[in-house]
């Protein structure tokens, strides 16, 4: 009989958990609705404008407009298809895009199936408005992203603002402080889970936060990622690599070259001088890990 009434309240316990699962999106449209942050602009108009220009507010969309998912979209079988790839776009599910672990986290935690395959046809029919609906948006960051130790501090709270500090009046709600904002865990949380050997087709891509904490911070450097990408609060989070000119500017600043000559005559026999350059070159990059990634 305790057995029964335990299963029982198990059973109501588990009932609203569920219920919450079906308030997934089902369509591209809704998922973008769920997480949109356009009421941000009006008050935090420059943040806006250096995100809208960001990397992060096009994940899907690879650099230039290449939209580079669409090789997991293609058939089965197909040249270019992947081993994600099923043999019609329509049975893409979310698990066939493990990217979005990274690219489109709330895909994982607020999306149906369905929005993969609509992705999948988007993908194929080019249709880039569609796939830039999509974005890593402040929400994201500011409440899927910002808590880490989920078991001791419950999930982030449905609709709440996650900053530096408590506020408690913003913007119709409030903002409460999360300890990881300026620390480099946050964005390691992203750009440091690579190699993905969780699935069942394991794949690279992205492990810069390893060379981060292994190469940089084991080496005396004490900047945080926030520190040099983030001044002054800059969404952008350069580099652009839309931008040319910027990423090339931001290249010439990051990288210093040491270039150190000697010239001499080296007297082979009498009267037969060979001229002769030493020439040393050192290039040092100032950033706080390795590239190329990603
Ligand atoms: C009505 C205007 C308004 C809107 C809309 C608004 N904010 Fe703010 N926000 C402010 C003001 C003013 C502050 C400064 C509050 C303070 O420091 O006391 C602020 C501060 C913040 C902070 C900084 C807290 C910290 O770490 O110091 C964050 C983060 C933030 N807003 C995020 C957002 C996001 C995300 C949105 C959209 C979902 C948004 N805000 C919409 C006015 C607004
Ligand atoms: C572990 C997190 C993670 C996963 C999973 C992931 N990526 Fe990435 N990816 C990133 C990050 C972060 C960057 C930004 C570059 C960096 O950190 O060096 C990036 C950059 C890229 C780029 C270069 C930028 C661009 O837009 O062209 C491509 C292409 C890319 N990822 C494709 C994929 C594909 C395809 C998948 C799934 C098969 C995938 N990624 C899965 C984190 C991830
Ligand atoms: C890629 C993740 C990411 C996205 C996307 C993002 N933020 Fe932030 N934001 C951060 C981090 C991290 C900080 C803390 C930086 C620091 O303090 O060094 C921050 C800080 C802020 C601050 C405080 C700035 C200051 O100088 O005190 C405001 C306001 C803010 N964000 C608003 C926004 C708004 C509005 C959007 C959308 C347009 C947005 N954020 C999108 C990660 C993000
Ligand atoms: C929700 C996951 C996520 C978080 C959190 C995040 N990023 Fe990213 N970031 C990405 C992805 C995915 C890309 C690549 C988008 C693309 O395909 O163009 C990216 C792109 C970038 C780029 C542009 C260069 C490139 O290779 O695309 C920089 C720089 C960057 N992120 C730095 C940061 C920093 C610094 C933080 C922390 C303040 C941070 N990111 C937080 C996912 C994230
Ligand atoms: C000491 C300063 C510094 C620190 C700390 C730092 N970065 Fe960078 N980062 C740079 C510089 C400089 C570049 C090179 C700019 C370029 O590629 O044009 C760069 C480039 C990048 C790129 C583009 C990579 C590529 O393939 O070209 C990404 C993504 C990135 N950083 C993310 C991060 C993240 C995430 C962290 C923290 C784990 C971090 N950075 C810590 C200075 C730094």
């Given at each position: 009989?305790?057995?029964?009434?335990?299963?029982?309240?198990?059973?109501?316990?588990?009932?609203?958990?569920?219920?919450?699962?079906?308030?997934?999106?089902?369509?591209?449209?809704?998922?973008?609705?769920?997480?949109?942050?356009?009421?941000?602009?009006?008050?935090?108009?420059?943040?806006?404008?250096?995100?809208?220009?960001?990397h992060?507010?096009r994940p899907l969309m690879g650099v230039k407009g290449g939209l580079m998912l669409t090789p997991l979209a293609l058939?089965?079988?197909?040249?270019g298809?992947t081993?994600?790839?099923?043999?019609?776009?329509?049975?893409?599910?979310?698990?066939?895009f493990?990217c979005?672990?990274?690219h489109?986290?709330?895909?994982?935690?607020?999306?149906?199936?369905?929005?993969?395959?609509?992705?999948?046809?988007?993908l194929?029919?080019k249709?880039s408005?569609?796939v830039?609906?999509?974005?890593?948006?402040?929400?994201?960051?500011?409440?899927?992203?910002?808590?880490?130790?989920?078991?001791?501090?419950?999930?982030?709270?449905?609709?709440?603002?996650?900053?530096?500090?408590?506020?408690?009046?913003?913007?119709?709600?409030?903002?409460?402080?999360?300890?990881?904002?300026?620390?480099?865990?946050?964005?390691?949380?992203?750009?440091?889970?690579?190699?993905?050997?969780?699935?069942?087709?394991?794949?690279?891509c992205?492990?810069?936060?390893?060379?981060?904490?292994?190469?940089?911070?084991?080496?005396?450097?004490?900047?945080?990622?926030?520190?040099?990408?983030?001044?002054?609060?800059?969404?952008?989070?350069?580099?652009?690599f839309?931008?040319?000119?910027?990423?090339?500017?931001?290249?010439?600043?990051?990288?210093?070259?040491?270039?150190?000559?000697?010239?001499?005559?080296?007297?082979?026999?009498?009267?037969?001088?060979?001229?002769?350059?030493?020439?040393?070159?050192?290039?040092?990059?100032?950033?706080?890990?390795?590239?190329?990634?990603g």
């Open positions: 009989m305790r057995i029964i009434l335990l299963l029982l309240i198990t059973a109501f316990v588990i009932m609203p958990l569920s219920t919450v699962g079906a308030e997934k999106a089902k369509t591209i449209d809704e998922l973008a609705k769920m997480y949109d942050s356009s009421q941000c602009k009006s008050c935090h108009a420059e943040i806006y404008a250096q995100w809208e220009k960001s992060h507010a058939k089965k079988g197909e040249k298809a081993a994600f790839s099923e043999d019609d776009p329509k049975k893409m599910k979310i698990s066939n493990p979005f672990k990274c489109l986290p709330q895909a994982v935690t607020s999306a149906e199936d369905s929005v993969a395959a609509e992705l999948a046809e988007a194929l029919a249709d408005a569609k830039g609906k999509l974005q890593i948006t402040c929400m994201v960051c500011h409440n899927e992203k910002a808590l880490i130790h989920k078991r001791e501090l419950g999930a982030p709270e449905k609709g709440v603002i996650y900053g530096n500090k408590d506020v408690a009046s913003h913007a119709g709600g409030k903002i409460k402080k999360s300890a990881i904002m300026k620390d480099s865990v946050f964005c390691g949380q992203c750009h440091g889970l690579g190699p993905n050997l969780e699935f069942d087709q394991a794949f690279q992205a492990n810069l936060y390893g060379s981060y904490l292994h190469n940089y911070v084991s080496g005396g450097g004490t900047k945080s990622c926030q520190d040099c990408h983030m001044q002054k609060g800059d969404h952008l989070i350069a580099p652009n839309n931008d040319d000119k910027q990423t090339s500017e931001l290249l010439a600043k990051a990288l210093t070259l040491d270039v150190e000559t000697l010239g001499y005559e080296w007297l082979r026999k009498a009267a037969t001088y060979v001229p002769k350059v030493v020439v040393n070159t050192k290039i040092v990059s100032s950033a706080g890990h390795r590239i190329p990634d």
